[in-house]
């Protein structure tokens, strides 16, 4: 008997993703016990364990906060010391997980850390036992972030640099030359940039990397990271949890979702676009404003997660606005009156119950990859706007690379703002019936089922960690 130790990283997307794969790998493997260590941002919530379908032989554990001063701070400082200052926590945790596996004789066989927690690969080494990547974006961005820290330490050259330019960037994991222009914002920050590429770094120094894909989606990536240079890659996704969106959420929540599933049952097939930007994911009244536009002068039957951003300056979520149904002072005035009958806005949306509404016909997206693989698992096309991290990247694999999405802005920055006669081309694109982006992403939904089934691509990759992990 063996015990795996997860180390997800800080945020709800991160934690789903790994929590779906310690199911795998429990269901697999009935001589494998799993340890996941649950690091809480200072505006989360404390995580509950409300999924009935998780084996006995995965245990959860809340790790102790670990205080970080969130004033004065950019993004990429908070993450890095947020990580940094939970090391002694997981150190003890560790530990006690081992005693515990010498009295049921399951032996610690490693570490499995998040793509943003490689300083965790210390306590692996101080443990003596082998570390892992879990990779919770697509093969496309590790291939990438893993050549940009090549350029960066062999050929001295700055990925900020790049981003300047109007150069066609020849990268191995794509087909087609990338534009600088859309390189990924945090690139854009030396100190963000520092941080991806010293994580990249790091990954090399590890037994093997799990990453969410599978094989049908990203057959060149994935090719492109088979070269001898790289640890072992495990497609092993997609890894989502489809079961219930009450992952998180309490009561409040459930009542929405049956008030937002209700009026998706009156609508036509395949009618409705959904507009939704992840938990990190809110815009300045100026945006709202022109999606507003763009919504009622195309006339389309719209459902919509508008969301309230976090104050200024602040390290925080966005949140609800005190009437989601109508949040005063952003929308034109008169706007919810005149789209009633073909529109509703909403807060916190129930993302993989909507997605999976035979209503919807279209998706709006930040292109989050848990966000991408639930929209091609229901077959519903995307109309891509990125935001933040990798965003930018994944878009540009899926508009011109796979051609299973269409483009609203992308190379957007947070702060620009895109004209309601852009967005209302992409919905409009998005929304055709018989377009061949729609035929592709069904196509490509029937292949992320097959992916996970028994002789499945990831079935298999997912079968060969195992395998390497054995006494």
Request: aromatic share 8%; net charge negative.
């Amino acid at each position: 008997m063996r015990r795996l130790v997860f180390i997800p990283g800080p945020g709800i997307g991160h934690l789903v993703s790994t929590v779906e794969i310690a199911k795998q790998l429990a269901a697999r493997d009935h001589q494998l016990f799993i340890t996941v260590l649950i690091m809480k941002l200072p505006f989360d919530q404390l995580f509950t364990n409300t999924d009935a379908s998780i084996s006995r032989r995965i245990n959860l554990i809340n790790l102790p906060e670990a205080h970080v001063d969130t004033r004065n701070t950019g993004p990429s400082s908070f993450f890095k010391t947020f990580v940094e200052n939970h090391k002694t926590h997981v150190r003890v945790a560790v530990s006690e997980s081992s005693t515990q596996s010498e009295s049921n004789q399951a032996r610690l066989a490693g570490l499995v850390v998040d793509m943003f927690c490689t300083t965790m690969i210390d306590v692996a080494d101080e443990f003596g036992v082998p570390s892992y990547v879990f990779f919770t974006s697509n093969a496309g961005c590790l291939a990438f972030l893993l050549y940009l820290q090549t350029l960066r330490d062999e050929h001295g050259t700055d990925a900020a640099q790049l981003m300047d330019s109007e150069a066609e960037l020849a990268i191995p994991s794509f087909v087609n030359s990338l534009p600088a222009h859309v390189l990924p914002g945090v690139l854009l920050d030396k100190e963000g940039a520092t941080a991806f590429l010293n994580h990249a770094k790091r990954f090399r120094e590890t037994k093997g990397i799990l990453v969410n894909t599978f094989s049908e989606l990203e057959s060149h990536a994935l090719h492109s990271l088979y070269n001898g240079k790289t640890p072992p890659v495990y497609p092993v996704g997609p890894l989502l949890n489809l079961e219930s969106d009450d992952f998180h959420v309490g009561m409040d929540n459930a009542r929405q979702k049956y008030d937002i599933l209700r009026w998706l049952d009156d609508q036509p097939s395949l009618s409705v676009v959904f507009l939704c930007f992840g938990s990190m994911g809110s815009f300045g009244e100026a945006q709202v404003k022109e999606m507003a536009c763009a919504l009622e002068y195309g006339g389309f039957q719209f459902l919509w997660s508008l969301r309230k951003p976090p104050p200024k300056g602040e390290i925080a979520m966005p949140s609800d606005y005190a009437d989601p149904a109508n949040p005063k002072g952003v929308l034109p005035e008169g706007f919810l009156n005149r789209t009633a009958r073909i529109g509703k806005v909403i807060g916190w949306a129930p993302q993989v119950a909507i997605l999976a509404h035979p209503a919807i016909g279209g998706f709006v997206s930040h292109c989050g990859w848990n966000s991408v693989l639930e929209s091609l698992w229901y077959g519903v096309p995307i109309a891509t706007w990125p935001m933040y991290s990798e965003q930018q990247l994944n878009t540009f694999e899926l508009v011109k690379e796979l051609g299973l999405a269409v483009e609203i802005k992308m190379d957007y920055r947070k702060g620009s703002v895109v004209s309601a006669e852009e967005i209302g081309r992409g919905i409009r694109k998005v929304m055709e019936e018989d377009s061949d982006i729609r035929e592709r992403v069904k196509e490509m939904s029937v292949k992320s089922k097959k992916a996970l089934v028994d002789g499945g691509s990831s079935h298999s990759s997912l079968g060969c960690f195992i395998d390497q992990i054995q006494p």
